[in-house]
Each structure stands twice: as structure tokens, then as C-alpha cells.
């Protein structure tokens, strides 16, 4: 009686699956036109869906895996150092030890002004003391940027002035004794970047600013408080996460690090949102995509790259006079996350402008690439009203370097021994050949032999320069 119910049941079990596959086929041969195309629509709009997240996932995330790579990068010490290098181990400093020249190939756009100096902080396990000494005459900062590249603290010439200063750096919500009189920075991620620029007075200065990067020092809160001088050794930092030839990397790397950050308040509503593309506070989960929706975020990487490279274009982001673009947001870049990208990738290290600022030109006056073909001046009625320095360097448009030229000046600043004019101003001379009149020669800026850009750095500029009343003077091609 047993076995006869038991293979009826396995007879109806057969019956059933057979009648469940039939039915479906028939459901999807006779489906209308309507259906079919409400279908296929439906399938066509879960993958849009799926574009745009992971689009704005980029946009916003990208700031963070950039930070990070800069973290490992800027604290990898496997290879050896050039003088121009500030790499340091974690939770130390590194110093450029000279200015750059047309000789350095890996520093695109770099400044002639300034000796930097670079140190990835890790205050996950204790607080970090930082000193600095009292730097007279001179123009000195160190910016504090968090993993979201927010520069969340200036210590230096315009902020804190010129003494010496302890200052200590603590994780999110630390809470512990504070020493005496120390002055406490909480920092908004458990790593933070110092990032130091030091004026420089010509080369034969370099020994003077050497001394001054030497005195910038990071101590761990025990030893400060042991009063311990000895070095001390940090961990290293973990490797990049994911593969290099994993086209869905990105979101790996940003799963890895959403880990190791606090989420601000007001982004964990849109975190919340990515939950649908397998991204949330505990990771990347890959399981959660289908075959198409890999190709959409895949597609979502490159796409965003060129969003965030465009925004030098978005009105909102620059204010144009004389053919000189003006950034005034840096620091101020708020919820637009696709200009905080573009600052942490190629202004990476950029500060606000009521610190510097950066006009840069790709053309004349009168909207002409900039070109060694032709001859240009600029024409200053009076100095730049800046607080600290200024300076007007130019860089070959193709390799984004220094240019190679007979008299090795890669820059005029206010240290350059230009001549002026009798009422005080002065004209500055920006050509590829050099010119034979001798006040010209002592205010050539040599350009490139092709196509060049020139940005004029602006330190502490003045409320003229920062409401755009005194603005940089056009580059006029000479006829």
C-alpha cells in the first residue's frame, strides 16, 4: 500500500513539473506585441536604472578611492626616492628637497615656488602631535585633508601665524585626556593627509627651508606624553584592494573603503541608494548583479571619468576674465561631487581661494591657443595685491612640464629682477625665441616651442583679487 502511494506520488510530482514548463512556454509564445514590447521596455529601463546609480556612485566615490590610492602611494617606500620626492613611511614626513626643472618628467604642473612636504597620518590607534616651528619672513602651510579630500584645517602663515604650535590630531568622536595648552583638531576619517608647501627664495635658499622641513614632526600621543624622542616604526598600509584586471574594480576599491570611513550623515541616504548595485557600508557585493548590469556599471566608470574631466567647462565651477579661468570652490565644493572628484584628481592638494589661487590660460586675449609661433606680453599696471607671493609660470601643453630654455627660468615671480616702467609698471615678455632688447630679456618667461598654458599662482590674495577687481592682466599676442 506504501510503495503504490509513494510512486503515485512521484507520478503526479513529474505530471505537475511537466504541466508548469508547458504552461510557461505557452505563456511566453502568446504573449501579445504589447506585452512583448512592455517587456522588453521594462528590461530596458532596469538597466538605465542601473547606469545611473552606479554613474553617481562614481561621482562620489571616486574622491574616496583616489584618496586612498594616494594614501598607499605616497607612503610606498619600496623604491628609491629622488630629491624632488616626498614620499614618507605612514605617520611621517617627507620633504621635496629642491625645487623642480625641465629635467623632471613625473611632476606635471608643478610649482616653482614652494618645497613640499607630504605625510599620511593614521590616528585610528592614537593621536597624532603636530609640530611646527616658528617660521618668520617666509610663507609657510600645512593643509589637512581627510579621504573625502575635504581640507578641513589650515596651519600656517595666514591662518595660525608664524610661532611654533602643537597641534593634536584626534580621530572621529576621541574622547581622552588633552595635555595642557594643546590645541585639538578632530579629524573627520581616521587617516588624514598633511599636505606642506614652504616659500622658496632661489636655490641658494634651499638649506634655510631644509631646516624649517626638519622641525615639521608627527608624534604618537604616548610618546609625546612619555616625552620618548626616539623614531618609531607604523604599519604599513594594506595593499590596493581588488585586481588589476577586474573590470568592476573601482567598486571594489570603494566597497574596501567605505569600510574604513565614516559615512558623513547627509551622504547615507544616497549610500542607501546603492544598495541596489551590491554597494552598502559592508562592501561590494557582486552576486547582486546580473550579466547586463556589470556591463552598465562598467560603462558607468568611463562615463564618469569624463563627467568629472569636463567640469573645468561647467560655468558654475569657473568664472572666466581675459581669458584666465578663476576657481573660488576648492575647499567650498560642498555636495557637488563631481567637481570634488575633479579637485582630488588632477587639483589634488588644491587650496581655497581666500589661501591661493590658481588663473590658468590655455589662450590670448583674444581666444588663440597660446603658441611658442607667436610673441605675447602682459602688461601690469602695479604688483599683484597679494598678501604673500605671486608668480606666472608656463607649461608645454602636450607634456604638462616645465620648459627646456637657455637661461634655465621656468617662472617669473616677485623675486625675479624684472625691469619696470617709469609709473611703475611693468610688461612681461612670453615668447619661444629670446629676445635681443635686454629690458625684454630680463622679463621673458620662455615658452614652449608648440602650444603652452600659463597659470599665475596668487598667495593670500586680497579682497581686490577675491571679488574679482583686480584680476590678472591678458596675455595680447605682439603684431
Not at 600656517?156 to 568622536?173: C, F, K, L, S
Not at 607649461?395 to 619696470?420: G, V
Request: cysteine-free; glycine content about 6%.
Amino acid at each position: 500500500m506504501f510503495k503504490k502511494q509513494f510512486t503515485a506520488t512521484i507520478i503526479a510530482t513529474i505530471l505537475m513539473s511537466s504541466l508548469s514548463i508547458n504552461a510557461q512556454e505557452v505563456k511566453s509564445t502568446t504573449l501579445s506585441p504589447a506585452a512583448q514590447i512592455h517587456q522588453n521596455q521594462a528590461s530596458t529601463w532596469l538597466n538605465q536604472e542601473s547606469y545611473i546609480l552606479a554613474t553617481n556612485a562614481y561621482l562620489w566615490g571616486s574622491t574616496l578611492v583616489r584618496m586612498e590610492q594616494v594614501a598607499r602611494q605616497y607612503t610606498d617606500m619600496s623604491q628609491p626616492q629622488n630629491d624632488t620626492s616626498y614620499r614618507a613611511p605612514l605617520n611621517h614626513f617627507g620633504h621635496a628637497r629642491r625645487l623642480p626643472t625641465d629635467q623632471d618628467t613625473d611632476m606635471p604642473t608643478a610649482n616653482r615656488d614652494t618645497l613640499y612636504s607630504s605625510a599620511v597620518v593614521d590616528v585610528s590607534k592614537e593621536p597624532m602631535i603636530l609640530s611646527t616651528p616658528t617660521v618668520n619672513n617666509r610663507y609657510f602651510v600645512i593643509n589637512m585633508f581627510d579621504m573625502w579630500h575635504n581640507l578641513f584645517k589650515y596651519v600656517g602663515t595666514r591662518t595660525t601665524g608664524d610661532n611654533a604650535q602643537e597641534i593634536m590630531i584626534v580621530p572621529p568622536h576621541w574622547q581622552g585626556n588633552i595635555p595642557k595648552g594643546m590645541a585639538v583638531v578632530e579629524a573627520p576619517t581616521t587617516k588624514v593627509w598633511l599636505w606642506g608647501r614652504t616659500q622658496v627664495f632661489g636655490e641658494k635658499d634651499y638649506p634655510t627651508v631644509h631646516t624649517i622641513q626638519d622641525q615639521y614632526k608627527l608624534t604618537p600621543l604616548s610618546q609625546y606624553l612619555s616625552q620618548d624622542a626616539s623614531d618609531f616604526i607604523s604599519p604599513t598600509l594594506s595593499p590596493r584592494a581588488g585586481k588589476p584586471d577586474d573590470p568592476l574594480r573601482f567598486y571594489e576599491e570603494l566597497g574596501t573603503y567605505l569600510t574604513a570611513n565614516p559615512i558623513p550623515e547627509r551622504q547615507q541616504a544616497l549610500l542607501g541608494q546603492f544598495n541596489k548595485i551590491g554597494l552598502s557600508k559592508d562592501g561590494f557585493d557582486r552576486s547582486k548583479l546580473t550579466p547586463s548590469m556589470k556591463i552598465q556599471l562598467e560603462k558607468a566608470v568611463k562615463d564618469g571619468q569624463q563627467i568629472v574631466a569636463n567640469q573645468t567647462s561647467n560655468p558654475v565651477t569657473m568664472k572666466m576674465k581675459d581669458g584666465w579661468y578663476y576657481s573660488f570652490v576648492l575647499d567650498q565644493f560642498g555636495d557637488d561631487n563631481a567637481l570634488r572628484s575633479l579637485i582630488s584628481h588632477p587639483y589634488l592638494g588644491g587650496q581655497g581661494a581666500k589661501e591661493a589661487m590658481y588663473p590658468i590660460t590655455y589662450t590670448d586675449a583674444k581666444g588663440q591657443l597660446l603658441s611658442g609661433n607667436t610673441q605675447y606680453t602682459m602688461h601690469f599696471k602695479d604688483k599683484p595685491p597679494v598678501g604673500s607671493f605671486w608668480s606666472v609660470t608656463v607649461y608645454d601643453a602636450k607634456t604638462k612640464m616645465l620648459i627646456s630654455n637657455d637661461i634655465r627660468r621656468f617662472n617669473i615671480n616677485d623675486q625675479t629682477p624684472i625691469q619696470k616702467n617709469k609709473d611703475g609698471s611693468f610688461d612681461l615678455v612670453l615668447s619661444h625665441k629670446k629676445p635681443t632688447d635686454s629690458k625684454q630679456l630680463a622679463n621673458w618667461l620662455p615658452t614652449a616651442e608648440g602650444n603652452f598654458y600659463a597659470i599665475t599662482r596668487l598667495y593670500i590674495p586680497s579682497q581686490d583679487i577675491l571679488d574679482m577687481k583686480w584680476t590678472v592682466p591678458p596675455i595680447n599676442p605682439i603684431k
